[in-house]
């Protein structure tokens, strides 16, 4: 049975930072591409990062929105992929989402408030 469970979110001013964590499991984890997306209030769910299996390289992408305040990295020996969010914004505010693309699988989300 496929799983994504993401952990991590919560309510950060803002400024601050927060690691989203994505583990998962009943998958070759390790040759899969993963992506964070996100959510906000009446929006549509939108990518964020993205971090390719580590055979074809680990390469990684970001949205613009969040270029240079947001790190995507994996760890397969956990079978977990993060999302280090800094400086973080009241837009950033939304429910993130891990997705494994090649399995066409969604985990339930995490939500992230930044509010002061």
């Known amino acids: 049975q496929v799983q994504l469970v993401e952990s991590g979110g919560g309510l950060v001013q803002p400024g601050g930072s927060l690691r989203l964590s994505c583990v998962g499991s009943?998958?070759?984890?390790?040759?899969?591409?993963i992506s964070w997306y996100r959510q906000a209030p009446g929006s549509d769910r939108e990518l964020v990062a993205f971090?390719?299996?580590?055979?074809?390289?680990?390469?990684?992408n970001y949205a613009d929105s969040v270029k240079g305040r947001a790190t995507i990295s994996r760890d397969d020996a956990k079978n977990t992929v993060y999302l280090q969010m800094n400086m973080l914004k009241p837009e950033d505010t939304g429910v993130y989402y891990c997705?494994?693309?090649?399995?066409?699988?969604w985990g339930q989300g995490t939500q992230v408030t930044v509010s002061s």
């Open positions: 971090i390719s299996s580590v055979g074809v390289g680990g390469s990684t």
């Open positions: 009943g998958f070759t984890f390790s040759r899969s591409d």
């Open positions: 997705y494994a693309p090649t399995l066409l699988f």
